[in-house]
């Protein structure tokens, strides 16, 4: 007997008498809060689409992350995060200020966050192509800084995929996924997972296991099936992502469009060198000019669904001032280009034309 995919492990424990059974990585498996098959299965496909040594998965992207900083950071260690990170990213870090650590926040681009690391910095963390303004880091630059001072350089990839950009080729010490995003893709499951090279970190698989981070089986079984399409999926909605920011940098209601595709977006020349495949990502920002008219867009679409989260087959459309930059000060905001007008459109599995067309209604109604 021999199934197609691999079986779902739905148990909370398995059999031990004397020893735990020792998985292949040297780790006990005997209770599912420290590991379990199904999710063994689902981190041995991450490490395959990334290219890494090793892959550990988590119950979401911010399990991920705090995991990673308790196992690295201690009392006295500086961070340099972008600023224009993932807002829990950076409130989760600062929250460790209460533990000794420090946190540094540099604007997101090679030049200001290559400043800010100095030879006190232990981690940097930076994503790909920021959130909602889209900006595309210089990871090798970044990654080279670190090095010279010995920091531990985290690249979130969520946005971009393995299939697009692989940072670990580039000098990252770990990349990180919210799996919740383009890898699962059904806006149905949250989970997260960190990708390295080298040998297995027994001391991370121990944090994770304390912490009791790790992801349910059934939640790791629904990643693994939606990451079968990660392809074709993450090529359609890019594709699309592009005819939308052309349809919108032309149309007379929009006032700026943020997308990396377009060839006079600031980032395009770095998204060409570092991406792959031609495609730039399926999310699309853009400034309709005020928040009234940013409200009032939302409440007209009729196809896309108003809601934060990104990456799924259904699109997605944010207010980010709303939602993803809501702990941010005003003064950054405008730093990044953040305005009260913006929209974050996340593209999905929807004929383009039915997304243009409700697009093109909705601004109708943007003065
Ligand atoms: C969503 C997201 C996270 C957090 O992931 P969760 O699965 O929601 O915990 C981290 N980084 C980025 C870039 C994200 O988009």
């Given at each position: 007997?021999?199934?197609?995919?691999?079986?779902?492990?739905?148990?909370?424990?398995?059999?031990?008498?004397?020893?735990?059974?020792?998985?292949?990585?040297?780790?006990?498996?005997?209770?599912?809060?420290?590991?379990?098959?199904?999710?063994?299965?689902?981190?041995?496909?991450?490490?395959?689409?990334?290219?890494?040594?090793?892959?550990?998965?988590?119950?979401?992207?911010?399990?991920?992350?705090a995991?990673?900083?308790?196992?690295?950071?201690?009392?006295?260690?500086?961070?340099?995060?972008?600023?224009?990170?993932?807002?829990?990213?950076?409130?989760?870090?600062?929250?460790?200020?209460?533990?000794?650590?420090?946190v540094r926040?540099?604007?997101?681009?090679?030049?200001?966050?290559?400043?800010?690391?100095?030879?006190?910095?232990?981690?940097?963390?930076?994503?790909?192509?920021?959130?909602?303004?889209?900006?595309v880091?210089?990871?090798?630059?970044?990654?080279?800084?670190?090095?010279?001072?010995?920091?531990?350089?985290?690249?979130?990839?969520?946005?971009?995929?393995?299939?697009?950009?692989?940072?670990?080729?580039?000098?990252a010490?770990?990349?990180?996924?919210?799996?919740?995003?383009?890898?699962?893709?059904?806006?149905?499951?949250?989970?997260?997972?960190?990708?390295?090279?080298?040998?297995?970190?027994?001391?991370?698989?121990?944090?994770?296991?304390?912490?009791?981070?790790?992801?349910?089986?059934?939640?790791?079984?629904l990643?693994?099936?939606?990451?079968?399409?990660l392809?074709?999926?993450?090529?359609?909605?890019?594709?699309?992502?592009?005819?939308?920011a052309?349809?919108?940098?032309?149309?007379?209601?929009?006032?700026?469009?943020?997308?990396?595709?377009?060839?006079?977006?600031?980032?395009?020349?770095i998204?060409?060198?570092?991406?792959?495949?031609?495609l730039y990502g399926?999310?699309?920002?853009f400034?309709?000019?005020?928040?009234?008219?940013?409200?009032?867009?939302?409440?007209?679409?009729?196809?896309?669904?108003?809601?934060?989260?990104?990456?799924?087959?259904?699109?997605?459309?944010?207010?980010?001032?709303?939602?993803?930059?809501?702990?941010?000060?005003?003064?950054?905001?405008?730093?990044?280009?953040i305005?009260?007008?913006?929209?974050?459109l996340?593209?999905?599995?929807?004929?383009?034309?039915?997304?243009?067309?409700?697009?093109?209604?909705?601004?109708?109604?943007?003065?």
């Open positions: 007997m021999e199934p197609l995919h691999a079986p779902l492990y739905i148990t909370a424990v398995f059999r031990q008498i004397g020893d735990a059974y020792l998985t292949e990585r040297g780790t006990e498996l005997k209770y599912s809060r420290e590991e379990n098959p199904t999710v063994r299965h689902l981190e041995d496909k991450l490490a395959e689409l990334e290219g890494s040594d090793n892959a550990l998965a988590f119950n979401s992207g911010m399990g991920a992350i995991t990673l900083y308790l196992s690295l950071l201690r009392a006295g260690d500086e961070v340099v995060l972008s600023m224009e990170g993932y807002g829990s990213t950076i409130e989760l870090a600062k929250l460790l200020e209460k533990f000794g650590i420090k926040l540099a604007y997101p681009n090679a030049e200001k966050l290559c400043e800010a690391v100095s030879d006190g910095t232990k981690l940097v963390l930076v994503e790909t192509m920021t959130n909602p303004t889209l900006k880091i210089d990871v090798p630059e970044v990654a080279k800084r670190c090095r010279e001072v010995g920091a531990t350089l985290i690249v979130d990839n969520t946005f971009v995929t393995p299939l697009l950009y692989k940072p670990l080729k580039d000098g010490n770990f990349v990180v996924h919210s799996l919740t995003k383009y890898i699962a893709g059904h806006n149905d499951v949250v989970g997260g997972a960190i990708l390295w090279n080298g040998p297995f970190i027994q001391d991370l698989w121990d944090w994770r296991r304390r912490l009791g981070t790790i992801i349910q089986p059934f939640d790791a079984w990643i693994e099936r939606g990451m079968r399409t392809e074709v999926r993450f090529e359609k909605q890019s594709r699309s992502a592009e005819a939308i052309e349809f919108l940098a032309d149309h007379p209601k929009v006032k700026e469009v943020h997308y990396p595709g377009l060839k006079d977006d600031p980032y395009h020349e998204a060409r060198r570092l991406f792959k495949k031609g399926g999310v699309v920002s400034d309709l000019g005020s928040e009234e008219n940013a409200l009032a867009f939302l409440r007209s679409l009729k196809k896309i669904f108003p809601s934060p989260s990104l990456g799924g087959v259904e699109s997605i459309a944010t207010y980010p001032v709303k939602s993803a930059v809501k702990n941010m000060e005003e003064e950054q905001r405008k730093v990044l280009g305005t009260e007008g913006l929209i974050r996340s593209v999905g599995l929807e004929p383009l034309d039915d997304l243009i067309e409700d697009l093109d209604r909705a601004l109708e109604v943007v003065k």
